[in-house]
């Protein structure tokens, strides 16, 4: 009984940390740059390969590796991306680039 009670325990706390959940609203961390808001703009994503929270996760992570993109949301259920960018910033050929090695941007479409 108690090897049960451990691995329910671990898969619960393992599927936690890997956010497999279709939570929506996650967002980029502390590492934002500050953007005055008449400098940004926010563009959404249609993403229909983003299916969990793992993928939000794996768009996220592509995402704030592009300057000036802040407050990243992603939403599984309804996959799909919104951000805010630096109005200066090229987001659209590296957004591309990560789509040709990133699955779940793979399809994207701005709305």
Known sequence: ????VCAVY??????SLIGCNRQTGTTAGENEAVIPSGETMVVSLSLPNMTCGVCATAVRNS????????????DPVNRTCSFKVAKNVDY????????KSNDHLKDYAVQ
């Open 1 to 4: 009984m108690k090897k049960i």
């Open 10 to 15: 671990l898969l619960t706390v393992l599927f």
């Open 63 to 74: 995402l704030q590796q592009i300057p000036s993109i802040t407050e990243i949301e992603t």
């Open 92 to 99: 659209k050929r590296k957004l591309a680039e990560f789509a």
